[in-house]
């Protein structure tokens, strides 16, 4: 009787589930390790960012900008080469954003190339700047569509001029750019602008101010070697285009000197 009953028992079978990856699974750690590189990834980059200047920094950006080509000298022989020698114009090998030189393939023009050199001739790009570190707090080069842009600008303890009459640090600053300004034979404009006035000022003095420094720096171009005849435009813009908020700022005291492009300046 026992026997029949043993045999109406259900038999129940246990199998082990296996869970990959488990308690002693190892995708865990691959996880751990990319989260762990990403964040000394971060400090590493906090760290560059605090223990680096402006300059250097713009330098390392300028670095991987994609705006980059080899130089403006295509080869050295006939046709699609264009009857160029590898030598020719080797002195013309321009620094541009990146390093080396643009051309029309990537959307930058020669022009484009050579005003850039000039750019990072004076900011010191490709190696020494033509300025100290000092000077160089004063300068903002840009390039625009109408040219190249030399912006120099007071700070709050070191003016440019004195009333309109331009200081000798103005006077050096424009005397370090005099070579590059003359590497090139793009006309030039000269615009100057100026911080606000207080409301109760009586008789305020912006424009008067702003013609006078545009002019008194349209004088300073001789000194550097800056052939007057290609000033073609002097303008003094008051306080009417502030580039920081507080239009009272000494920073909105700054003169431009741009180089422009061959389309923008007028034909004579």
């Not at 989260?35 to 330098?59: E, H, I, S, Y």
Request: proline share 5%; charged share 25%; glycine share 8%.
């Amino acid at each position: 009787m026992a026997d029949k009953d043993d045999n109406k028992r259900p038999i129940i079978i246990k199998r082990k589930k296996v869970i990959a990856g488990g308690h002693h699974g190892g995708a865990w750690k691959v996880a751990y390790a990319d989260f762990v590189t990403a964040m000394m990834a971060f400090f590493m980059l906090m760290w560059l960012l605090n223990a680096t200047t402006d300059k250097q920094r713009k330098g390392l950006a300028d670095y991987f900008s994609p705006t980059i080509a080899v130089s403006r000298v295509s080869g050295g022989g006939e046709g699609a080469l264009g009857g160029r020698s590898m030598s020719a114009d080797a002195s013309q090998v321009q620094l541009g954003r990146g390093g080396i030189t643009t051309s029309e393939a990537n959307g930058t023009t020669v022009e484009d190339a050579e005003l850039m050199a000039v750019e990072a001739a004076i900011l010191g790009k490709g190696g020494d700047s033509l300025l100290d570190e000092e000077m160089l707090r004063h300068v903002s080069v840009r390039l625009s569509d109408e040219g190249l842009v030399i912006e120099f600008f007071d700070l709050p303890s070191s003016p440019l001029f004195e009333g309109v009459a331009p200081t000798p640090l103005l006077r050096k600053l424009i005397r370090s750019v005099g070579d590059q300004l003359r590497a090139r034979p793009n006309a030039i404009a000269i615009a100057a602008f100026i911080a606000a006035e207080p409301v109760v000022t009586r008789r305020p003095q912006v424009w008067r101010m702003s013609n006078g420094r545009a002019d008194a720096v349209r004088r300073l171009l001789p000194v550097a070697g800056v052939s007057d005849a290609r000033v073609v435009r002097v303008t003094g813009h008051a306080d009417r285009r502030p580039v920081v908020s507080d239009p009272l700022s000494s920073r909105n005291n700054r003169i431009e000197i741009i180089m422009l492009r061959d389309r923008v300046a007028p034909r004579r």
